[in-house]
């Protein structure tokens, strides 16, 4: 493919923008960075986006590397391994709330990138959470207008979830234990009826989380499973 041709402008912009976010399918990133070897247009505009992020990067809070990560480092680099403290509850974790911060403003980006397809639109005056997995990939998009009670939450890059298991979503409240949404319906799109309105509703919730757990959720009130998706709440207004 050219997409160097004067009638590709957009398509070669949205995919240098995924490039320099990480957000392009592995395959798709080894052809665009091919191309860019003897493309000077495409080249052009990998730079230009990877330099538009840059400052963003830049100024973006430190990340702590979780214990698993350290011992990964340490043997790779032949160096002893690195002993983990006692395990803390993952929401009260420093290096999670820094992590994401961190991907909040890629979330952002991301969120831009995926509304350029023809996806059902944004409500105005919405709250928003691009939800992302360890990968900083977008996953998951909840979403609800301002002065509405349902939250629709629509996949993107989720991964398949086994007929035994079940996505369950949880606020994150400041300083207190997750607090259960439900479980997230089978499809592509799914809505969940909020107690209240969202400024009510989402007070003192900065963030969402979905965890993997059995089939009907948690039955003890908090995350069970896997942590697999987190995001920050975004107000629209």
Do not use: C, H
């Not at 043997?75 to 999670?96: C, H, K, Q, Y």
């Not at 909040?104 to 639109?121: D, E, M, N, S």
């Not at 979503?169 to 949404?181: K, V």
């Amino acid at each position: 493919m050219n997409l160097s041709r004067p009638d590709r402008p957009q398509r070669l912009d949205l995919l240098a923008a995924q490039y320099a976010l990480g957000t392009l399918p592995a395959r798709a990133r080894m052809r665009l960075a091919r191309m860019a070897q003897t493309d000077t247009v495409v080249a052009g505009a990998l730079r230009s986006w990877e330099q538009r992020l840059s400052p963003l990067a830049e100024g973006g809070p430190p990340i702590t590397p979780s214990p698993r990560l350290w011992k990964v480092i340490a043997l790779r680099l032949g160096l002893e391994p690195v002993r983990a403290a006692a395990p803390a509850l993952w929401w009260n974790r420093v290096a999670f709330w820094r992590g994401l911060a961190l991907a909040g403003f890629v979330a952002a980006f991301a969120l831009g990138i995926t509304l350029l397809a023809p996806t059902p639109q944004v409500p105005e005056q919405a709250i928003v959470a691009v939800l992302v997995g360890q990968d900083a990939k977008p996953a998951l998009i909840a979403s609800i207008g301002r002065a509405d009670r349902i939250l629709t939450v629509k996949a993107v890059d989720a991964a398949v979830v086994p007929p035994d298991k079940a996505l369950q979503l949880w606020m994150l409240p400041n300083g207190q234990p997750p607090r259960s949404l439900g479980v997230l319906p089978r499809g592509a799109v799914a809505r969940i009826t909020l107690p209240n309105v969202p400024e009510i509703a989402f007070a003192n919730v900065p963030a969402l989380a979905v965890s993997l757990e059995a089939a009907g959720g948690s039955t003890t009130g908090a995350p069970q499973g896997p942590v697999l998706y987190s995001g920050k709440l975004e107000r629209m207004y």
